[in-house]
């Protein structure tokens, strides 16, 4: 429930406030006043774009401000989805600066208007010249009847089942294009396969080829210079080992004589024990190296296809290539395995499709059950509002599945006798569609649980005896609902527990509107110049008092 509105600085309005009472609400005032002004900046309230243009000053920022009653709505999983402080009185601001940036919050915190918008929808519904339009669409009308049946569980059911249909109608769509492409290239990939697979390539093999390539392509000199540098080693006469260890000996000697030469002769035997050790080395490498053109042979081939793979698959190493062949692998046991994944899917898919099916006719059995109370309730709705011949038939065709149903839905209107019921599009007059919109308002305001209601001259088209007849109706819903209604009618305006008056005020240099809650003499007067115009007789003034008693 809406406890107080209020507007800075928004097209005619400078500074506005007020406290609607939680039952009905009237508003009323001159032309272009400003009165659905006031639902311009409502609807910034519930998410509605904002525009700079809207500015009453262009140089100051524009604020709305509503405060709502919300402790009885059970929205507190709404504010923990949305990470939001929730509090029995909630604040919603939306602001527009001068440079046309629009901010929205929701108790002091930022929102986006997504947000905004869905906490709206359990807020307020605002009748305006939209709803003439959505009612003739046939996704709204099926909206109506879901909420008149109480479908939301079996609704939610289908939903759910209906997107775990889509999803593995998705993949099986994405698996059947992925097995086109594979198949085109099934036949190179095994070719690519074969014949990196035949190569059974190791990890460091090419490291280990190029030097197993490079000693090979060296044998002959490699060898003949090892036995150089072992005859300049080991030469029994002239050889670096020979001549060491007759050093070492004199060294040995002059250590006995003195300890002073006992770190040298330490220092050359060590060096004698190493060139020792590296001529032993040289012998056992001399041993390993062979002069073998048949495996030098082999090694240039096997590096060659190596080589020649690298540059083909446009890769720098063994590692490369052996990724691109795990891979290759993975396609072509994928494409082999093809009928097997589509088989399953399809047959999970069609289990599903079952499923979805069930749940459709579930929702679809009960809205049927829902299609003659709502047509007749509706029907003799709008006998009471003046229509006495109208009648509502809700014509209902099966489709395939879609997201909200197996049904496609119409409703069918006829307000004249004997003329065949016809698409609301086609057949209702703006008077009658007003009617119409009232009496589903009406039907609907306690099955979808609308905490506010507001009204945008409902009554078009109305007068007499169907006027108040209307106004009762909105004095019904105004039992259990806020109700809040812009009319230009007095019957209508007089039954109102509040009524404001919307006014421009001309005193400065630009124009404002204005508005204020009429204490009891001044509802009497504006009810009476609603009725006579702007100077009322006194019989004017007693039948808007007599409106008020009534």
Same mark, same amino acid.
């Given at each position: 429930m809406l406890t107080s509105l209020s507007i800075q600085n928004y097209a005619l309005i400078q500074s506005l406030e007020m406290h609607p009472s939680p039952a009905l609400n009237m508003i009323t005032g001159e032309t272009g006043a400003g009165k659905s002004i006031m639902l311009g900046a409502v609807g910034l309230l519930l998410g509605n774009r904002a525009d700079v243009k809207t500015l009453h000053d262009p140089e100051s920022k524009c604020v709305v401000e509503g405060v709502f009653e919300i402790g009885s709505y059970a929205l507190q999983g709404f504010f923990e989805n949305h990470d939001l402080d929730y509090e029995k009185e909630c604040i919603i601001r939306r602001e527009i600066s001068p440079a046309g940036k629009s901010r929205a919050f929701i108790n002091d915190t930022p929102v986006v208007l997504d947000v905004l918008k869905e906490l709206g929808k359990f807020l307020m519904d605002v009748h305006s010249q939209h709803d003439t339009l959505m009612l003739g669409d046939g996704s709204y #009308?099926?909206?109506? &009847? %879901?909420?008149? !049946?109480a479908t939301q569980v079996e609704l939610q059911q289908y939903q759910e089942a209906f997107a775990t249909f889509e999803q593995t109608k998705k993949a099986l769509r994405s698996l059947e294009k992925e097995a086109q492409d594979l198949q085109k290239e099934a036949d190179f990939n095994r070719f690519q396969l074969e014949e990196l697979s035949s190569l059974q390539l190791q990890a460091d093999e090419q490291a280990f080829l190029e030097e197993e390539q490079e000693i090979l392509e060296n044998a002959e000199e490699i060898k003949s210079k090892i036995q150089e540098v072992l005859h300049q080693l080991e030469d029994e006469q002239f050889g670096a080992v020979r001549t060491l260890s007759l050093a070492t000996n004199g060294l040995s000697h002059l250590s006995?004589?003195?300890?002073?030469?006992?770190?040298?002769?330490?220092?050359? #035997? /060590?060096?004698?024990?190493?060139?020792? %050790? &590296?001529? !032993?080395?040289?012998?056992?490498? %001399?041993?390993? &190296?062979?002069? %073998?053109?048949?495996?030098? !042979?082999q090694v240039r081939d096997r590096l060659s296809k190596i080589y020649h793979l690298q540059k083909k698959h446009g890769m720098d190493s063994i590692a490369g290539l052996m990724a691109l062949e795990e891979s290759l692998s993975e396609k072509v046991f994928k494409v082999e395995n093809l009928d097997e994944s589509l088989e399953k899917l399809q047959k999970k898919l069609q289990e599903q499709e079952k499923q979805l099916l069930a749940a459709g006719k579930k929702l679809s059995d009960k809205r049927a059950k829902a299609f003659d109370p709502f047509a007749k309730e509706l029907t003799q709705l709008l006998h009471q509002l003046g229509m006495e011949n109208a009648v509502i038939h809700v014509q209902v065709s099966s489709i395939s599945p879609s997201q909200t149903g197996l049904d496609q839905l119409e409703v069918l209107f006829s307000a004249n006798k004997g003329v065949k019921p016809q698409a609301l599009k086609q057949v209702a007059s703006g008077g009658e569609f007003s009617r119409l919109i009232f009496a589903i308002k009406y039907i609907m305001a306690d099955k979808m649980a609308l905490p506010t209601l507001i009204f945008d001259e409902i009554d078009t088209g109305v007068s007499g005896e169907v006027a108040l007849k209307m106004v009762k109706m909105m004095q019904n819903i105004a039992e259990k609902h806020q109700v809040i209604c812009i009319s230009h009618l007095p019957q209508v305006a007089a039954k109102g527990e509040h009524h404001y008056f919307v006014y421009k005020d001309? /005193? !400065?240099?630009?124009t404002i509107s204005k508005m204020k809650l009429l204490e009891k003499e001044e509802r009497i007067a504006t009810i009476a110049q609603m009725i006579a115009g702007a100077n009322p007789s006194e019989s004017a003034f007693e039948s808007a008092k007599e409106l008020l008693q009534n």
């Open positions: #009308q099926l909206s109506l &009847i %879901d909420a008149y !049946a006995k004589l003195t300890h002073k030469f006992e770190p040298l002769h330490e220092r050359l #035997q /060590s060096v004698w024990i190493e060139l020792k %050790d &590296i001529a !032993a080395s040289l012998e056992e490498e %001399d041993h390993k &190296i062979e002069v %073998d053109f048949d495996k030098l !042979a001309h /005193s !400065a240099a630009k």
